[in-house]
């Protein structure tokens, strides 16, 4: 039995628009609705937070706030969009300023809509999400509670079907931030899969008998370039990635250096790779609609 | 083997209370709010969802430290409820808080380092009442053995109400409560975010949560003791000392600092020291 359920205790930013929500929310902990009976604890601090309640439209200057919020909190998580503003950018959504919805800088779990959303519908949303959150907790106990579920093993030729439809599936939301849906790892076709198997090295992630990550990786001279991380949209954000790249590094001893590389955009990919300790080091052009990010780590340095 | 008995049956024993007794907090202090509150048992229910949670560090050496915090504070619970020598236990004591202060700097972000800098403001301000409390109970009972102070023929509260009120008015410090919740708070006051407890996430942070249970306990077991005569009494009375604190929690706002501190300083020299003094003067 989990006891996130008994206990969620919540976050809440208003990232912009006219407050009517950000208003509602505090109703709720008011006297009237009482969320504190259900246990829940308004905290104001990202760390100690499970649910992130997130009020208005974000606008440009607001979307790094809500990425460091988001970032910061320990899984399990849970994401509610209160209010239309948040759901979509309601009546802002053509201000200059205004990028739209929360979901379009992080993953959200439950949208409330309403404008100004009520505190019924709030608390409805916040029950919601915590079955959510139980089924992230699930997962989450099933890939970093290991058991033997989860396996990191190199993989064969015989993989390479499974890997590229994972690839497919992985890079759509890379694709849709381009707004290019010609990126190679897009359209490369199995043949072509096939054939970097003679000289990239290739690690999976399998958890029941399914592959779900994978990533390859190549020795040039000291740099041991890796490449094409991809996790299973489903089974994002557990750590499945930093194991991964943490487990291809240890592949290759030899290396002096490693070096990644990402679209300027993916600020989840980038932050990601820095916090593995990876710096930008040079940035190139790629097409009109993408610039490529490269990242370095020095192998001697950085490790903990 | 009674004492391990003791220690055994204290180990386990004063979480539970002392998780129900801020489970109890909660409540009244919701009805005080006219809220209905959350369930009695939801401070466990908080501590066992912490501990499902991922732990997030900035300093993976931040967690030894809280691990200290706990054990140092166990164990002074042990030396207390065993009857030992009260001036340990306030040193022991002293050195768990230093733990958890360190834990802090540690975490090196600007809310913890606010934080624990006010925590050690507030360790400057209740430690002086404490020392004093100590030597009071010396001069009544001659012993600094707390088996001999709680088995003393009258209750200290007849020697001891200065010192009793000087420990009453630091008594929200080491609750954590209003006026005094400078460092960290339960509640939603976030202009310091959480203060100390700012980078302390998972497992860690119920570490804390628990520590705390036991402080609180060890906290009353110190009212306690100028009432030890009739336990009946003492157990109540020390529980109203809780229900004080909790009122004057839902009465006052926080105060700044250099009233925290200059306050309680100056109750520790009244109350306090003119107990003393007067114990001093006065003839048996
Ligand atoms: S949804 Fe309506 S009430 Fe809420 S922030 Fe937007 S405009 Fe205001």
Avoid at chain 1, 121 to 132: M, N, Q, S
Avoid at chain 1, 259 to 284: A, D, P
């Amino acid at each position: 039995m989990s006891y996130l359920k008994r206990s969620p205790w919540v976050i809440h930013y208003d990232a912009s628009s006219c407050n009517g929500c950000d208003i509602e929310v505090l109703a709720c902990l008011t006297p009237v609705y009482d969320l504190e009976r259900f246990g829940i604890i308004n905290t104001g601090n990202p760390k100690h937070a499970d649910i992130f309640l997130v009020t208005g439209s974000v606008n440009e200057q607001n979307k790094e706030v809500i990425q460091n919020i988001y970032n910061q909190m320990p899984e399990p998580k849970v994401v509610l969009a209160l209010g239309i503003c948040a759901t979509s950018g309601g009546v802002f959504r053509e201000c200059y300023n205004v990028s739209g919805g929360v979901d379009k800088i992080i993953p959200v779990d439950v949208y409330v809509p309403g404008c100004a959303v009520r505190p019924e519908a709030i608390i409805d949303g916040v029950i919601r999400g915590l079955k959510i959150l139980e089924e992230k907790h699930k997962k989450f106990q099933a890939i970093s509670g290991g058991k033997g579920e989860l396996t990191i093993a190199q993989a064969g030729i015989q993989d390479a079907g499974d890997i590229l439809e994972l690839q497919k599936l992985a890079y759509q939301s890379e694709a849709e931030l381009y707004n290019d849906f010609s990126l190679s790892p897009l359209t490369q076709t199995l043949e072509q899969l096939e054939d970097d198997f003679k000289n990239k090295f290739f690690l999976k992630s399998v958890m029941h008998d399914k592959i779900i990550g994978s990533v390859r990786a190549f020795m040039e001279g000291d740099t041991c370039h890796i490449g094409r991380l991809i996790v299973h949209p489903s089974y994002q954000n557990y750590g499945l990635g930093r194991k991964l790249m943490r487990e291809i590094e240890a592949y290759f001893p030899q290396a002096g250096r490693f070096e990644v590389f990402t679209g300027h955009k993916s600020r989840r990919n980038i932050y990601f790779h820095q916090r593995l300790g990876y710096k930008i080091f040079k940035r190139e052009r790629v097409s009109e609609l993408r610039d490529r990010v490269f990242m370095e780590k020095f192998a001697n340095k950085d490790r903990k | 083997m009674n004492i391990f008995l003791n220690i055994l049956l204290y180990v386990v024993l004063a979480p539970l209370a002392g998780g129900l007794l801020s489970g109890l907090d909660r409540k009244i202090t919701a009805r005080m709010q006219s809220r209905i509150g959350p369930p009695i048992l939801q401070p466990f229910f908080d501590v066992l969802k912490l501990i499902q949670k991922e732990s997030l560090v900035v300093r993976r050496s931040q967690n030894f430290y809280i691990g200290f915090f706990l054990i140092l504070v166990i164990f002074t619970g042990a030396l207390f409820f065993t009857g030992k020598d009260i001036l340990l236990v306030i040193f022991a004591f002293t050195l768990a808080g230093i733990f958890f202060v360190l834990a802090g700097f540690k975490a090196s972000s600007p809310y913890s380092f606010i934080g624990a800098q006010r925590e050690l403001l507030q360790m400057m301000a209740y430690e002086p009442i404490i020392i004093l409390s100590a030597v009071a109970m010396y001069m009544v009972t001659r012993s600094f053995y707390i088996s001999d102070i709680v088995s003393f023929s009258r209750p200290l509260i007849y020697y001891l109400p200065g010192v009793l009120f000087g420990l009453l008015y630091i008594l929200a410090m080491k609750f954590r409560k209003s006026p005094f919740d400078l460092s960290t708070s339960h509640h939603a006051h976030q202009e310091l975010v959480k203060g100390i407890t700012t980078e302390f996430s998972g497992r860690s942070l119920a570490m804390i949560e628990v520590a705390h249970w036991y402080e609180n306990m060890l906290v009353l077991g110190f009212i306690y003791l100028f009432f030890a005569r009739s336990p009946l009494a003492g157990v109540v009375l020390s529980l109203l000392a809780y229900f004080l604190v909790i009122l004057i929690d839902n009465t006052f706002a926080r105060v700044k600092w250099q009233l925290a501190l200059l306050s309680s300083w100056l109750m520790t020299l009244i109350f306090g020291f003119g107990n003393i003094l007067i114990l001093f003067i006065l003839p048996k």
